[in-house]
């Protein structure tokens, strides 16, 4: 990492910057040091107004936007993606001082995913086809997929400049424009890549970033009367607040990639040595702060000992420290707030009687870095087995057969991934078609790549993210029906 | 390849036209196979000509069957299972085509100075136009390498199914020399998108450009094996390609007489793959309530282009009755105002036919027009005493039985015919063997639809000629071929 120039700190509309309405500001903080690293313009209702003008604007029939030819949108994606290669260090550096994430996982997960994302869909821009349909009687019958039009899009604190780019890739590449409100804690990358996206050459108006807090700003953009579609990353708590004002406000359309407390099925036959990597990796990733992260482990009865004896040795390996050393595993959690709930939980846990393994308790007196922690003999009831614990918090628990384990896997209202382990081509499909989850990873986990539809069943959202299916979130489908004086084949 | 009169969209604007590169070099004559440069196994060479000049610009390594062979070899090597090739991601196969755009682009003017010298293109209808489409093109399969789905199917039974769209394996293609390194590129790029292997033999009056982008190919990182070029003659290098038993798809662009031999080869041999894209004798409908200015304009580009050297050449004009004699006087005054000359220089607005054969040929056919009885309005005969120059040449009162109106000419020779009724247009139209394109000027939306349903032609322009892009499919009814590229 370097010393860095912080260059975007103000409300991006129409390509410039802005200072907020109001005038206001607000601070973000390095949750390493709890430092404060600087003071951001901070948007509220009138600033999302002015960007959604904007973004109308640039959305017009007739615009540059609207004109440009499908190859032309494809190519400054793809220029896009080569300037967040070029600022790829700049880029890990923020994003590691606002969220706490090891630099190196920033570097190569966080950066990489956006490079490929934004690769992916630049390839899809020109290829967003209707179809002609041959209706009944004398008729001509075509589809379009035409942009929706202004998106507005709410991005969370844990990928933050990742979870950006899942959204705008497929909206710009369909022809959309964008109203963007990073998450409060973790504004920086979002903003830095305003100045990219002028830099670029995007028109005026087609993306434009409001930071600010989710009851303002957040709350303005899922009641707006003139944005077409909301996409929101976040606790599933929000996403149903969301998918309420877009109702109440002018059904807008909407996308949310919610909560989870994803089942990681380890059967006896597994190879072991990969399951406990796989689900310790699984869970404690990103300091436990995935909506993807493997927490609740199911293991097949008779290899149990063996697996939570290696698990423990894992997590009390792992390093836990500041994210800028190129050693550490694992950086601090994002806030007091998730501090505390994680804290509580486990004590929770203490209380409901599962066995506490190793960690459970924060790390030093002052910061926010806890201790990774396993719990075995963890039984179906307990609040670490129910609720979305968004911590390094592991909690192992026994099964005996298949059909319970997926009675027990399915008992949740969340359905956003699942993992299984086992080498058996038959249980392996059987399992893959009986989870109620929107990815089922077999040998692996968070295989997560650009191809690939991502999204919840239940209540873990609604949609898809990334492969061709987020091209239907993105487009709005019209009908086209011609008469013709007679009948043509 | 000619995006005419496509004033509505603001698209990327066109890059500045730069002078052409005097004294080119010619660097690369030899056999590509494996990434590397190889004499051929005769030892034999052929003279490449510049048909503005008549003069010999180079030899050439001369490929035949041994040579081939080579490249099959090294093709399906490449191919294997676990080979490098095999086992990239689909989306760095879609890098390196993009990679591969990116060096075009770089090297455009070195490519289009060459395309004029040894194709006798317009150097400006070169640079703006071939390299414009092959950039595209490229980058167009670039995005499809990572999006090429299968399905899951719900089957009876206690089954679960799905299906994978694999790459076929190593593809042979022969490219025509009318479109040396756009042709080069329609085949290489969707080919290598999907994970194939190729060996391609381009055109023998035409291969410097191909052999170029063999060294370009190098340059971009594809592995060693996935890209072969053996320049040589139809009848040895070609059939050797079309009787191949270890070569799993053809694919050709030329005359239908050709595509049909090469269709039999592969019948006879080991039952390969065909896609083909062959001749046409494209009908160009204009009815009274066009706008009779764009449509003159639009059937005389989409005749004349390239010295009229296209498959999708709009060489049946047929003209409603109404405005039949504006029309002729208009596309008259339109041809007469051309300047012939060295497609290199500037002003120059009509080059040379590729070769003698062609040259002859065309000659052949204007004699047989003005013997059947069609009225002369301008041209009929050569230009210039040096290179194979025809005057841009008009037919009047043409009628569907003669030569003119039946045979593909690929030279710069129009022919005007009268027409009545849709239902009668619609029939002569059709009456061919051929079916690759046609257009209908009105602004009437019915008739528009109408056509477009009747016509048996793989593309129908509406109000254009030639709008083409690689987003949209393009190939042949009947015996304009087999298949769709793009």
């Not at chain 1, 991006?12 to 390493?32: D, L, M």
Request: proline fraction near 6%; charge should be neutral.
């Amino acid at each position: 990492p370097i010393p860095l120039p912080l260059l975007s700190l103000q409300i991006f509309i129409n390509n410039e910057w802005h200072e907020s309405t109001s005038g206001k500001k607000f601070p973000t903080y390095n949750p390493s040091t709890l430092e404060k690293i600087c003071d951001i313009e901070e948007g509220d209702k009138p600033d999302v107004d002015n960007a959604v003008e904007a973004a109308k604007a640039a959305f017009q029939r007739g615009s540059p936007w609207r004109q440009m030819d499908a190859p032309s949108r494809g190519r400054l994606l793809h220029k896009l993606a080569d300037l967040l290669e070029r600022d790829r260090v700049i880029l890990a550096t923020l994003e590691t001082m606002d969220t706490g994430k090891p630099f190196l996982q920033a570097y190569f997960i966080d950066l990489e995913g956006c490079i490929k994302t934004l690769r992916y869909y630049a390839g899809w821009a020109d290829k967003i086809q209707g179809r002609t349909i041959p209706v009944d009687e004398n008729f001509v019958c075509f589809t379009r997929h035409e942009p929706m039009g202004v998106c507005g899009a709410i991005t969370p604190w844990n990928f933050p400049l990742l979870m950006l780019v899942w959204k705008m890739a497929p909206a710009l590449c369909c022809g959309n424009t964008l109203v963007i409100k990073p998450a409060e804690q973790t504004p920086l990358t979002s903003l830095y890549i305003g100045s990219l996206i002028k830099e670029v050459g995007f028109p005026p108006g087609v993306v434009n970033i409001v930071p600010g807090y989710g009851p303002t700003a957040g709350a303005a953009i899922s009641t707006h009367d003139s944005i077409d579609k909301i996409a929101f990353t976040g606790s599933t708590k929000v996403g149903k607040l969301i998918k309420e004002a877009a109702s109440k406000s002018n059904l807008k359309r909407v996308t949310l990639e919610l909560g989870g407390k994803n089942p990681c099925i380890v059967c006896a036959d597994a190879d072991l040595d990969l399951a406990v990597e796989c689900a310790h990796q699984g869970v404690f990733f990103n300091q436990g702060q995935c909506c993807t992260a493997a927490s609740r482990v199911f293991v097949e009865e008779q290899i149990y000992p063996e697996f939570v004896k290696r698990s423990v040795e894992f997590a009390k390996k792992r390093l836990v420290g500041d994210p800028f050393d190129a050693r550490t595993e694992q950086g601090p959690q994002i806030d007091q707030k998730q501090f505390d709930k994680i804290l509580e939980l486990i004590e929770s846990g203490k209380k409901e009687g599962a066995k506490l393994e190793c960690g459970g308790l924060a790390i030093e007196d002052r910061g926010l870095f806890i201790k990774p922690t396993v719990f075995s003999e963890v039984t179906d009831n307990m609040r670490i087995a129910k609720e979305e614990i968004f911590g390094p918090v592991q909690p192992i628990m026994k099964f005996k057969s298949i059909e319970e384990v997926i009675r027990r896997a399915n008992s949740t209202e969340y359905g956003l991934t699942a993992a299984v382990f086992t080498k058996n081509l038959d249980r392996a499909l059987t399992l893959a078609s009986a989870l109620q989850s929107g990815t089922v990873w077999i040998n692996c986990y968070n295989a997560l790549y650009a191809q690939a539809p991502f999204g919840g069943f239940k209540m873990s959202g609604n949609g898809r993210e990334l492969g061709e299916y987020a091209l239907a979130e993105y487009t709005e489908v019209k009908t086209v029906t011609i008469k013709l004086s007679q009948k043509s084949p | 390849m000619k995006k005419h009169g496509s004033d509505s969209s603001p698209g990327p604007v066109m890059p500045a036209l730069p002078e052409p590169l005097k004294d080119l070099k010619i660097k690369y004559t030899k056999i590509f196979i494996n990434n590397e440069w190889h004499d051929s196994v005769s030892g034999k060479k052929f003279a490449v000509f510049n048909p503005a000049t008549e003069e010999k610009i180079c030899e050439v390594e001369e490929g035949d069957k041994a040579d081939v062979d080579k490249a099959v070899k090294a093709a399906r090597k490449a191919f294997e299972l676990g080979s490098t090739w095999r086992t990239m991601d689909a989306s760095e196969r879609g890098r390196l085509l993009n990679k591969l755009a990116d060096l075009v682009e770089r090297d455009r003017l070195i490519l289009a100075t060459m395309e004029t010298i040894d194709g006798g293109k317009l150097f400006s209808t070169a640079y703006l136009m071939d390299l414009g489409a092959c950039i595209k093109t490229l980058r167009y399969c670039a995005g499809w390498a990572d999006k090429i789905h299968g399905r899951t199917v719900p089957m009876d039974g206690n089954f679960f199914t799905f299906t994978r769209h694999e790459p076929i394996g190593v593809c042979g293609q022969i490219i025509p020399w009318n479109f040396p390194l756009v042709m080069f590129i329609w085949k290489i790029a969707a080919a290598l998108c999907c994970g194939n292997t190729v060996v391609v033999k381009p055109a023998e009056q035409t291969p410097l450009s191909a052999l170029y982008m063999g060294s370009l190919i190098k340059e971009a990182g594809f592995p060693p094996g996935v890209v072969n070029i053996v320049p040589g003659f139809g009848p040895t290098a070609g059939a050797a390609i079309s009787h191949h038993m270890d070569i799993d798809k053809v694919a050709f662009t030329g005359s239908t007489e050709v595509g049909k031999l090469i269709k039999e080869a592969a019948g006879k041999s080991n039952l390969k793959r065909v896609t083909l894209e062959l001749g046409g004798k494209s009908p160009n409908i204009i009815f009274a309530d066009a706008d009779l200015d764009a449509a003159v304009e639009f059937a005389h580009i989409g005749l004349f282009y390239h010295q009229g050297q296209c498959c999708i050449a709009g060489s049946r004009i047929f003209v409603e009755e109404p405005i039949y004699d504006e029309f002729v006087r208009r596309s008259i005054e339109r041809a007469k105002k051309y300047t012939l000359g060295d497609p290199l220089l500037p002003g120059v607005q009509q080059g040379p036919q590729i070769d003698k054969e062609q040259f002859k040929k065309i000659l052949d056919l204007i004699e047989s027009g003005k013997k059947e009885g069609a009225k002369l309005e301008c041209g009929g005969g050569p230009w210039g005493d040096k290179g194979y120059f025809i005057q841009p040449t008009v037919f009047s009162n043409v009628t569907d039985d003669m030569r003119i109106a039946k045979e593909e000419i690929f030279g710069p020779v129009q022919q005007i015919m009268k027409f009545k009724t849709i239902d009668e247009v619609i029939k002569r139209a059709n009456n061919t063997t051929y079916g690759l394109a046609a257009a209908v000027f009105t602004k009437d939306i019915d008739k528009a639809l109408t056509f477009a349903a009747a016509l048996q032609a793989g593309t129908v322009w509406v109000n254009c000629y030639s709008a083409m892009s690689a987003q949209c499919p393009f190939g042949g009814f009947k015996m304009s071929g087999n298949g769709r590229e793009m």
